[in-house]
């Protein structure tokens, strides 16, 4: 399985942009990229997934680097409800192994 | 569009006794993992049920067990529970088994042994 290199806390300020890297240098061609967050005590909640295009939905955008060895989600105007554990996913390729595997992720704190 | 649901929310067993927690997935899914997170940690992958078997299985012991019904919901059991598995209990749907297809979570089923 691919694995994902994510820092581990990240501080934003409210309003403003939260762009949280991750780093995937190992994922193979027909692996996606998905993106989850946890609020504490909260099941992950879904995000955003892609394979090689940039992606938007109404909670954020996907941007994946040309080679795909690194992808980068932003929240476009954060608050403090964005509070939450992101976790950067790469899906096992077969189409039986459909588990997520779960990495440390970042604490995105949101500041007033 | 009913999400992800999962009973108990909250329950508290003794070591050595035995537990079932419930899930229902999400309307229009048909295959249903369970995943467990200890305090601290990221969700940990114990097994996936897609047409009523067990597909695949992560590095959980027997004690963990399950099962699909033919509507598509899920029981998660395990045995002889130990102080470890004290831990939030996650149900996850999905449709099929095409990589691509999104999963969700419900809010999970606290589980507290003493």
């Known amino acids: 399985d691919a694995k994902t290199t994510q820092p581990p806390s990240m501080d934003c300020a409210e309003g403003r942009a939260a762009n949280l890297p991750c780093n995937h240098s190992?994922?193979?061609?027909?692996?996606?990229v998905y993106w989850y967050r946890q609020i504490h005590s909260q099941g992950p909640q879904y995000i955003i997934h892609?394979?090689?295009n940039n992606e938007t939905n109404e909670m954020a955008s996907l941007i994946i680097t040309e080679d795909r060895k690194s992808s980068t989600l932003i929240l476009p105007h954060a608050t403090l409800r964005d509070t939450a554990v992101y976790y950067c996913?790469?899906?096992?390729?077969?189409?039986?192994?459909?588990?997520?595997?779960f990495g440390s992720g970042t604490q995105l704190t949101v500041l007033p | 569009d009913a999400g992800v649901t999962q009973s108990p929310t909250h329950l508290i067993k003794t070591r050595g006794q035995q537990v079932t927690l419930r899930c229902s997935p999400k309307?229009?899914?048909?295959?249903v993992s369970w995943y467990q997170q200890a305090l601290g940690q990221g969700p940990q992958f114990i097994f996936q049920?897609?047409?009523?078997?067990?597909?695949q299985r992560g590095n959980f012991p027997d004690r963990f067990s399950g099962h699909q019904f033919p509507n598509y919901s899920s029981e998660l059991n395990v045995n002889a529970l130990l102080l470890g598995d004290s831990a939030l209990y996650l149900c996850?749907?999905?449709?099929?088994?095409?990589?691509?297809?999104?999963?969700?979570f419900g809010e999970g089923s606290w589980l507290t042994v003493v």
């Open positions: 996850a749907s999905s449709l099929g088994v095409v990589n691509g297809n999104t999963i969700y």
């Open positions: 190992t994922i193979s061609g027909n692996e996606y």
């Open positions: 892609g394979l090689k």
């Open positions: 996913i790469v899906r096992t390729p077969s189409g039986s192994a459909r588990q997520l595997t």
């Open positions: 309307s229009g899914h048909d295959t």
């Open positions: 049920y897609y047409e009523e078997e067990e597909r």
